[in-house]
């Protein structure tokens, strides 16, 4: 459990940080850049929130996931590490993601182009976080190029990424007002 009885420690100071485990590290490196990249996420998971979307239990729930996808990246694996003995995301996080792409996207009609990043306001939130959602996948693989991290990280963000798209198809009135691209649209003859 979490108890924080002051918000400032004065330990960072010098350009360092402590990790889950107790280790420091500078913040500039890539494990406290790729669980940064996740909590921007989250905040952006927040304003899309207040854009008042459908779905905004499942939101919720994904805000919590990613408080756990940050406690998994702060501590990193150890080749000794027991099973459950770490907060780890599982598989069933990212599976319960599926779940919800899947029903959401039952009612979308197939795309026959991009779709152009907007629409309602709740839609623009959702394109904003995916990208987001992206950068943060791409942190969490740069880092396990040399680092050991939890894979099922990187699929729970994979979908993540996924399930944004489809929710913000939703959010443009179950896909019929999103904007799709048309190539070359604006090139002169």
Known sequence: ?????RIYTKTGDAGDTALGDGSRTGKDSPRVAAYGEVDELNAVLGLLLTAAPPEADLLRGIQNDLFDVGADLCVPESSDEAPGQRLRIRAAQALHLESAIDR?????????????????PAAAWCHLARTVCRRAERAVVALARSERVNPQVVIYLNRLSDLLFVLARHCN?????????????????
């Open 173 to 189: 009135q179950q896909g019929r007002a999103d904007v799709l691209w048309v190539p070359g649209k604006n090139q002169s003859s």
């Open 104 to 120: 959401l996207n039952a009612d979308l009609a197939p795309l026959t182009s991009f779709v152009l990043p907007g629409g309602t």
């Open 1 to 5: 459990m979490v108890y924080l009885s």
